[in-house]
């Protein structure tokens, strides 16, 4: 069965998808296939084969198994700003439909499937729905990713209570260091290990240069690789 994890964060820009090229290259490392699905990315720049999102490159760049561009990321929209006002530019409202299309056609191809959503949990889709009813259609669980800065308890314990009153389960969450400071780093983990309820899955520390670091050993992998889906 495909082991499919949805990736969310604290904020916008706190590391998900540094935490999800993490986790594809741990899967991969491990001996699995792996993808990564970026259902809807904001911010886009043009090119001669369509609209091309720098989170969707990372992740096909960290997966093991190849596809398409449109099979990592269908709806790409261009203004990097919350996806219902930037479909609402192009004049085209997003169908979670086509979200849900695309991880089909996905879980055919690999064991492991990473999905990365746009901003924070609660993060609209158009006027009526937003990211986080998918996820919960999709019954996927969750690992929260935590940039660690000032306010990122208050943060990721909201996230983590919106999480479970969804009705999901919280696989896990993973410390990304958003700086080389130390700034009260080891106060933060130490107060959401004891706050989580939920695995510490991994901790990436303030890289020099993430896009060409080797993450995989940033990730406890056996603490997701023991548990099935079902077993949630
Ligand atoms: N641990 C780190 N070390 C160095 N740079 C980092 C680290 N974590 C994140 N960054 C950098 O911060 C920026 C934001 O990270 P990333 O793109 O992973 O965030 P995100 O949460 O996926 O953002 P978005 O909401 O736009 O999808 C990137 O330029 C990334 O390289
Ligand atoms: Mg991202």
Known sequence: MTKRFFITGTDTDIGKTLAACALLQAVNRAGWTSVGYKPVAAGCRPSPDGPRN?????LAASASVTVAYRQVNPVALLAPTSPHIASRDEGRSIDPLVLYQGLRELERLAQWIIVEGAGGWLTPLGDDVSFDQWVVAEQLPVILVVGMKL??????????????????PLAGWI??????????????????????????????????????????????????????????
């Open 54 to 58: 720098d989170d969707a490159l990372a």
């Open 151 to 168: 306010g990122c308890i208050n943060h990721a314990l909201l996230t983590a209570l919106a999480i479970r009153q969804a009705g999901l």
């Open 175 to 232: 410390a990304n260091d958003l700086s080389s400071e130390p700034h009260r780093r080891a106060d933060y983990l130490a107060t959401l290990r004891q706050r989580m309820g939920a695995p510490l899955l991994g901790e990436i520390p303030w890289l020099t240069e993430p896009a060409r670091a080797d993450l995989a050993g940033y990730i406890h992998l056996p603490l997701l690789s023991g548990q099935s889906v079902k077993e949630y």
